[in-house]
C-alpha cells in the first residue's frame, strides 16, 4: 500500500486523502476520545481527517519517527474540535510539526516592574503559532492516549488556540459561529476566569489547571481540552462555560 507519508504535503486544494478501513478503525481504536462518537460523527471525522492529511505538511524533527498511524491520530484528534464546526476552521496554517518528546524554545521575557529583558529557554510539549506550524510533542500526545480523561489533551490544547488566533486576537474570545452569542462568551468566561485567577493566586487548590490562570488564551485553551476529555469536571466547576463550549463545539464525544 502506498504510504499516506509520501503523499502528504499535497497542494492546498488537493482531494481529500482517502483512510483505508483498517487503518481508520485502528485510529478510533487508539484515541479513546475517538470511540464514542456516533457512526454519523465517526464518517464526518473520516472525511475531516483526509483532508487533514491532504492539506497539511507534517514534519518530523529530531529524529521523531512518524507512520501512517500516528500521522492518522494526530490529524483524527486535530479534527475533533471542528466536527461540527467544518475544515475551513483549520485554515490559514499547513506544517505540523512533531517532536519526540518536549522541546527547547528561546524566549525573551519581559519583567513588568523593573523593565529588565532576559533571555531564557522555555520547555514545550505543544505549540500554535498565528498562520505558523502546529507544534507537537509525541510523547505528550501518547500519554494523553494512555489517560484519555485525565483534563489534558495537548492537541485539543492547541488546536483550540488555533481556533482564537483564527480572526488575529489570541484572546480567548475565536470568531463565533451564528449560533453563539460572543457577548454571553466574553461575559461568562470573563468571570470564570476571574474567579480561577483568583483561586490560583489564593494557592486555592483548583480541579481546573492552575496553568489556565496565564491568560484569557491559556484559559480557553485548558477549559476545552479539559471539556473533550472531562466535560462533567468542568459542568460542575465551571457550568457557564462548559454549557458554552457545547454550543460552540457541539455536543462532548462521551
Ligand atoms: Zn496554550
Redesign the pocket.
Known amino acids: 500500500m502506498l504510504s499516506l507519508l509520501r503523499r502528504l504535503g499535497a497542494r492546498f486544494g488537493a482531494a481529500p486523502l482517502a483512510i483505508d478501513d483498517t487503518l481508520w478503525q485502528a485510529t478510533i481504536d487508539a484515541c479513546p476520545l475517538l470511540s464514542p462518537l456516533s457512526p454519523t460523527d465517526q464518517r464526518t471525522l473520516r472525511d475531516l481527517t483526509g483532508r487533514f492529511l491532504a492539506h497539511k505538511r507534517f514534519a518530523p524533527v529530531q529524529g521523531m519517527q512518524l507512520d501512517d498511524s500516528r500521522c492518522l491520530v494526530i490529524a483524527a484528534m486535530a479534527c475533533l474540535p471542528v466536527l461540527h464546526l467544518g475544515f475551513d476552521w483549520l485554515r490559514g496554517w499547513r506544517e505540523v510539526i512533531v517532536y519526540p518528546g518536549e522541546f527547547r524554545v528561546r524566549r525573551e521575557h519581559h519583567d513588568d516592574h523593573t523593565g529588565v529583558v532576559t533571555e531564557g529557554d522555555d520547555v514545550l510539549i505543544?505549540e500554535a503559532w498565528e498562520r505558523g506550524p502546529l507544534i507537537l510533542s509525541w510523547a505528550d500526545i501518547v500519554q494523553d492516549l494512555e489517560d484519555p480523561h485525565a483534563g489534558f489533551n495537548v492537541i485539543l490544547?492547541?488546536i483550540t488556540?488555533k481556533l482564537d488566533m483564527l480572526d488575529g486576537a489570541t484572546d480567548g474570545v475565536p470568531p463565533m459561529p451564528p449560533w453563539v452569542s460572543r457577548r454571553e462568551w466574553i461575559e461568562t468566561f470573563q468571570r470564570a476566569y476571574e474567579a480561577h485567577c483568583a483561586a490560583v493566586d489564593q494557592d486555592e487548590e483548583t480541579v481546573i489547571d492552575p496553568y489556565a490562570a496565564e491568560g484569557p488564551?491559556?484559559f480557553l485553551?485548558c477549559l476545552a481540552e479539559a471539556w473533550f476529555s472531562a466535560p462533567d469536571i468542568v459542568d460542575r466547576e465551571m457550568p457557564g462555560v462548559g454549557q458554552l463550549l457545547a454550543r460552540f463545539f457541539g455536543p462532548p464525544p462521551s
Request: hydrophobic residues 15%.
Open positions: 505543544g490544547h492547541e488556540h488564551d491559556e485553551a
